[in-house]
């Protein structure tokens, strides 16, 4: 499906005929002769790419003979034919992207490819989309994209994850720019540090990406891509300041641009120092934190300006604490006053390098560091977790029917903490070959068939295929069929935080395997354009089958976390749509996503029994998100409304609790309104959450004896409770006003 838009580009020519050679300059401006910033600009014959700056202007190289490629953020791409003889003032008309989900040219296959051509359905959310809500994280950005949800994981240090249709957020791999640098430690700890300010635009994949992207990429794929260096302007600022007492500041600044070298730095600043207890159970609401991140991207261009050297790094420390009120750092390890106090330092680097060949040759690295001091109540835990990865990939086409890729990767993880389970540094090597082929049978038929096999230094040789089909059934609707085999390799401490909080034992039974899964998916698209509306429908079944599933078991014993491998297989399985309305004869937008979930396992009795089935902790059985916007353009004035309804969610409880087994449907509602000025200046107020909803007030468990110095008390406390604070399923932070703004200069 396509967004409609326009833009006309007038090109003012000057042109200097050097041979073959020719300058044209221009300014690329929409129909109502706005200018379009930022628009990339192709001479397809080099593949030599610019950009043109704040105003729309821009000046290229080309040969007389040229083709031009124009495309930017929100507009459909246009091609122009050059002829150097009859070069006058041009004027190109395009349509504006009618769809609220942004459909320029996506990466799915590691091969740059249109939505619409991809026999992997995706999903691709723009910057603006995801700036529905005030959102100054990532995790809070994907409130309201279908099948995710942000899962808070603890009650006293609001530690959480992204849920992919049910799983948690361990089995779904989250990429920066293509890289693999989210994971293990970063997969509960990382997330939150990447603020909206550098995003540009979200991917995501509901399904497994194992093929491609190797382990951990079973639920599906997150990619987030960060803005190009030439998409930043000489110095920006953003700011987001909340009732709570939360301050988040973000400046970017681009201090080289060249044409050999451009670069830029982000800094990020996140601030709560602001105790608050609305449930009165002495513990507070909200983890107070203090987060500052620093990201720098630059590109290196050879002498010809062609295939620069992408290269990123991220720099992270945070310091967030939650607990009794009165805590204080001098009580981190004590058993006087209760608090968890987690404190991360985080290095990040990333590279990309595209060959000079007439067959793309690519090479991709990255490195990551993640250094965690921890205390929960008087449990020290200590991990350090280093993360490398380098990638090579070649992509040909053949005969215009075949696209055809194929990778060499290695992956080196070293893991080390206090814990028992990790008497020593655990170290593995995962190498992996790939391939696939995106084959074209003809207009209506596509074909991708992939295959994946990698060597873990520890469990051997893991084979991951993969097969898609596309049938565009009609001009407006598509059918997609997915099958693929995913496989993820686990550490326990690293990725489940319910391991460390509270007073429990953590037990293993034996020496976990790694879990694999067969999925299948069935997606349906449609699309309707007219002169007044467009509407756009995707809906897909789901279902994935694991082995040696590992679930941890809160249930068997009161005061232990079992883990082991399942005695027998899981299932996930779900159906979801979304749809999405723009009318044309007013600036009116209107979204609407559901999920029905049935994420269970089945366990074989003891002796060869039957299977007994067990609904997984904190999934939901439903979800309902939908989104409205209105501009009054005469104002500069735009309206957003967000709201995210989650059905039942199975909770962890002890033996006789009194607590409810399963949360009540709940409903968070979020307005937003934003004026926007000149120059790209604007601001915004805005309430999130103004029903007030919060988990119940009991949701920590002996929240006055976190220490269990009570618990075996007879009078009072006759059912052996412990302290617990793994009854979590969302925020105890209620309505919650925020203003914010962004200067551009």
């Known amino acids: 499906m396509s967004k409609c838009f326009s833009f006309s580009m007038m090109v003012f020519l000057s042109i200097h005929v050097i041979s073959q050679s020719i300058t044209i300059s221009g300014k690329v401006v929409d129909v109502n002769n706005k200018h379009i910033p930022y628009a990339h600009i192709t001479a397809l014959s080099t593949k030599s790419t610019i950009v043109s700056n704040s105003s729309g202007i821009f000046s290229i190289d080309i040969n007389q003979s040229d083709s031009l490629l124009i495309s930017a953020v929100g507009y459909i791409r246009k091609e122009f034919i050059i002829n150097g003889n009859k070069l006058k003032k041009l004027v190109f008309i395009l349509e504006e992207n009618n769809d609220l989900l942004n459909e320029m040219v996506i990466s799915s296959t590691l091969e740059l490819i249109e939505k619409k051509n991809s026999p992997i359905p995706i999903a691709v959310y723009s910057a603006k989309f995801l ?78 990406a194992s093929t491609i992207y190797g382990s951990e990429a079973m639920a599906g794929l997150i990619n987030v891509v960060t803005k190009d260096v030439d998409c930043i302007p000489k110095l920006a600022f953003d700011f987001n300041l909340s009732s709570w007492g939360e301050l988040q500041t973000s400046l970017s600044f681009k201090y080289l641009d060249n044409k050999k070298l451009k670069a830029f730095t982000a800094i990020d600043i996140f601030q709560y120092n602001n105790p608050i ?71 990040e680097s990333s590279s990309f390098f595209q060959f000079p060949m007439l067959s793309p040759l690519k090479w991709q690295t990255s490195f990551s560091f993640h250094d965690q001091k921890s205390w929960y109540g008087k449990v020290y835990y200590r991990a350090k977790q280093l993360i490398g990865f380098s ?9 215009l029917k075949h696209n055809f890729l194929s990778g060499l990767a290695i992956r080196y993880n070293n893991y080390n903490d206090n814990t028992p389970a990790t008497l020593s540094s655990d170290s593995w090597w995962l190498p992996g070959l790939f391939f696939q082929d995106n084959f074209i049978i003809n207009n209506n038929h596509k074909l991708l068939l992939g295959w994946r096999t990698d060597y873990h230094s520890k469990h051997g040789f ?9 049938w565009d059934l009609t001009k407006n609707s598509t059918l997609r069929i997915g099958y693929g085999d995913g496989f993820r390799v686990v550490n326990v401490f690293t990725e489940d935080h319910a391991a460390l909080t509270g007073s429990r034992e953590v037990v293993f039974l ?44 809160f249930l068997t014993n009161d005061n232990q976390i079992i883990y082991s491998n399942l005695n027998g297989y899981a299932l996930a399985r779900g159906l979801s749509s979304e749809i ?111 029903t007030n909803f919060t988990p119940p007030d009991y949701s920590i468990l002996r929240a006055f004896d976190p220490f269990d110095q009570q618990i075996n008390d007879p009078i009072n406390n006759p059912n052996g409770y412990t302290f617990d604070a793994s009854y979590m399923y969302a925020s105890f932070q209620g309505i919650n006003f925020v203003f914010g703004g962004s200067i551009i200069f």
């Not at 429908?537 to 599933?549: L, M, P, R």
Request: proline content about 5%.
């Open 131 to 208: 700036n529905t809500v005030p959102s100054p994280t990532l995790v809070d950005a994907t409130n309201q994209i279908a099948g995710l949800r942000p899962q808070i994981n603890c009650s006293v240090c609001n530690t959480g994850d992204i849920h992919i249709n049910g799983m948690e957020g361990a089995y779904s791999m989250v990429v920066v720019d293509g890289m693999p640098i989210m994971g293990g430690l970063s997969t509960v700890y990382g997330l939150q540090g990447i603020p909206t300010s550098l995003i540009d635009q979200v991917e995501v994949i509901k399904g497994p």
């Open 277 to 347: 207890d609305n449930n009165n159970d002495n513990f507070t609401d909200l983890t107070l934190k203090k987060r500052y991140s620093i990201f720098n991207k630059l590109q290196f261009f050879s002498k010809k300006g062609q295939n620069p050297l992408n290269i990123s790094i991220r720099f992270l420390n945070e310091d967030r604490w939650g607990g009794e009120m009165n805590w204080a750092p001098n009580d981190r390890g004590g058993n006087s006053v209760y608090g968890e106090s987690i404190l991360t330092n985080r290095f």
């Open 391 to 399: 990638q090579l990939t070649f992509h040909k086409k053949i005969k």
């Open 462 to 470: 893991i084979q991951s295929p993969r097969v898609n089909y596309q």
């Open 510 to 553: 034996e020496e976990l395997k790694p879990e694999k899964s067969k999925n299948i998916n069935i997606t349906i698209s449609n699309n309707w354009d007219n002169n007044y509306y467009n509407i756009s429908v995707e809906s897909s079944i789901f279902s994935s089958k694991f082995s040696n599933k590992i679930i941890p078991d």
């Open 580 to 690: 999405f309305l723009k009318l044309k004869k007013m600036p009116l937008k209107f979204s609407l996503n559901g999920t029905l979930l049935d994420i269970s396992s089945f366990e074989q009795e003891i002796g060869g029994g039957d299977f007994i089935k067990n609904i997984q902790l904190l999934a939901e059985k439903y979800s309902l998100k939908w989104t409205a916007y209105y501009s009054f353009e005469k104002w500069g004035l735009d309206i957003n409304y967000a709201a995210n309804n989650y059905g039942p969610i199975r909770l962890p409880l002890l033996e006789n609790d009194f607590r409810r087994e399963y949360s009540l449907p709940y409903t968070i509602h979020n307005l937003k309104l934003t004026k926007n000025f000149n120059r790209g200046w604007s601001t915004f107020i805005g309430v999130r959450n103004f």
